[in-house]
């Protein structure tokens, strides 16, 4: 890696949700409207007491059942 993180900005721009910081928060307003949206598509129960982590987990499985982010 260079001494310039500009010059690769993408470098951990996918950190895996178990090493967040904050993966212990909780979601964040965007997270939780994308989940209340993908669980209603997928017939899942939204679970409002997820963490940030927990709820970005949940999205990606969504997303998959779903068929969106593709």
């Known amino acids: ?3 310039n993180p500009k010059t690769e900005p993408f470098s951990n721009a996918e950190k895996n949700p ?3 910081t904050t993966g212990d ?3 964040t307003g965007a997270q939780a ?3 209340k949206t993908l669980s209603e598509e ?3 129960d939204f679970d409002d ?3 940030k ?5 949940a999205i990606d499985a969504l997303q998959e ?6």
């Open 33 to 35: 409207s994308y989940l």
């Open 42 to 44: 997928a017939h899942e």
């Open 65 to 70: 059942k779903t068929g969106r982010g593709k």
């Open 53 to 57: 982590a927990e709820a970005s987990k």
């Open 18 to 20: 178990d090493d967040w």
């Open 1 to 3: 890696m260079t001494d």
């Open 25 to 27: 928060e909780a979601m």
């Open 49 to 51: 007491t997820l963490t």
